[in-house]
């Protein structure tokens, strides 16, 4: 047998039924036990089954009488109303490809690429991810830097970090970020198709924008289209693709344009970024940012971690010149720069080693302006041109407010005094 519990019920045991007595119906309790009462027993049992058979019939006819001549052309409005609209939205979503991504309990069937996906413009057709990922994924490459970190004993110690680029021209120029082979010995590429990794010459770097320009030598390469991140609008489609983990080359992720402008301080610089939930991962720096016309509106270099779909992208107008200008020059012209590298001297820091607060000189560069104004290494910067200085960040926004051939006045503490030196910005392309 079976036994079900319910609650704190006891036990309710489900059994066959045992020597069940006979029931007779509503006048059962009537029969004859001397014969004189069975007659009438079954002429009240006749009464009450006919007056029991004159309700219902009467209920049925009274319901078929109502729905047939009282309610049919509201019933019908209704029903050709949810019919129109079912073949409607089965309609739209067949002309759209029968993309089932999603279905509401109307029916209708979303999907974020259709959503996100501009409309034509002009001469600009408007692809769908498998034709944006056919376009820019043969361009978009992996690329394998060998960078030091010390050495041991006198033996230099290697580590290979890996990211993305895409090839902006059919001779082999491709751009990446800065930090994907910041401080490389050699680097490589491995093209879309191609078994090996090609050596590529590192034509030149930009820490301010996080930009670099790789070159190798091959012809008749595919190269991508660069759009206009100006144009860009938030919610409509953007599409990364990259080289996820070193290890997933040619991952595409889809999602849109989260935000535009979003000011980002990584590493004592302030970009201004576009926000993304496209999956961005470790390895996918360097890599492109399409929109729905297939052109790189963004160079994805960033994403918050810890968090779910929150990635950065450079907004492509914001380096264009800067990539023409690494390809022509190896280096951003136009740029003043002062020939040193600094480190922030917080109030913590200051308070350990009896420093004032400021930026801390750990480099001069050799026939820099600053050694040329005899600013030396160990020199605290404590204002420039008069406004006090307590982050490196302020350093690059002061600098870069100037043009080359502006002079500046640099306050530092030096041994324990105070010297105010004057340096003319030089053009170059470091910090």
């Not at 100037?402 to 105070?418: A, F, L, P, Y």
Request: hydrophobic share 40%; glycine share 10%.
């Amino acid at each position: 047998m079976d036994t079900f519990t319910n609650g704190s019920q006891p036990p309710v045991q489900l059994m066959e039924p045992v020597n069940a007595k006979v029931n007779y119906g509503l006048f059962g309790r009537l029969h004859n036990k001397k014969g004189a009462w069975k007659t009438s027993s079954i002429i009240l049992t006749i009464v009450g089954a006919t007056l029991v058979a004159a309700l219902i019939i009467g209920s049925a006819s009274l319901m078929f009488v109502f729905f047939r001549y009282v309610r049919p052309s509201n019933i019908s409005t209704s029903t050709t109303q949810t019919i129109a609209a079912a073949q409607k939205d089965t309609t739209a979503a067949t002309a759209a490809g029968g993309d089932t991504a999603a279905t509401d309990s109307s029916g209708k069937i979303f999907s974020i690429a259709d959503a996100a996906t501009l409309p034509d413009s002009g001469s600009k057709k408007a692809l769908s991810t498998t034709e944006i990922a056919s376009k820019v994924g043969p361009a978009t490459v992996s690329i394998l830097a060998e960078v030091s970190y010390g050495s041991v004993n006198g033996a230099q110690q290697l580590a290979e970090a890996s990211g993305s680029g895409f090839i902006v021209s059919a001779d082999g120029y491709i751009v990446t970020n800065n930090h994907v082979i910041e401080g490389a010995t050699a680097a490589k590429v491995i093209v879309p198709g191609e078994k090996d990794p090609i050596d590529a010459v590192i034509v030149g770097t930009d820490s301010t924008t996080d930009i670099a320009v790789l070159k190798i030598d091959r012809t008749n390469l595919p190269f991508v289209t660069l759009g206009d991140s100006d144009s860009l609008q938030v919610g409509e489609l953007a599409v990364a693709i990259g080289n996820p983990f070193g290890e997933l080359a040619g991952s595409v992720t889809v999602g849109v344009i989260s935000a535009l402008d979003r000011e980002v301080s990584i590493s004592n610089t302030k970009y201004n970024l576009l926000q993304t939930d496209a999956s961005i991962n470790a390895g996918n720096s360097g890599g492109p940012l399409v929109n729905s016309y297939g052109e790189v509106v963004g160079v994805t270099n960033a994403k918050v971690s810890g968090g779910e779909g929150i990635g950065f992208a450079i907004p492509i107008n914001d380096v264009k010149t800067v990539i023409e200008d690494l390809i022509n020059n190896g280096f951003v012209t136009g740029r003043p720069v002062l020939g040193i590298g600094v480190v922030t001297v917080d109030q913590a820091t200051a308070d350990q080693y009896g420093w004032p607060v400021g930026a801390y000189i750990r480099q001069v560069d050799a026939n820099s302006s600053a050694q040329k104004a005899g600013l030396l290494v160990g020199d605290i910067i404590t204002k420039i041109d008069g406004t006090d200085i307590t982050t490196t960040e302020q350093v690059i926004e002061i600098k870069n407010s100037h043009k080359v051939g502006d002079s500046i006045t640099v306050t530092v503490v030096r041994n324990g005094g105070t010297l105010d030196i004057t340096l003319t910005l030089q053009e170059g392309s470091a910090t």
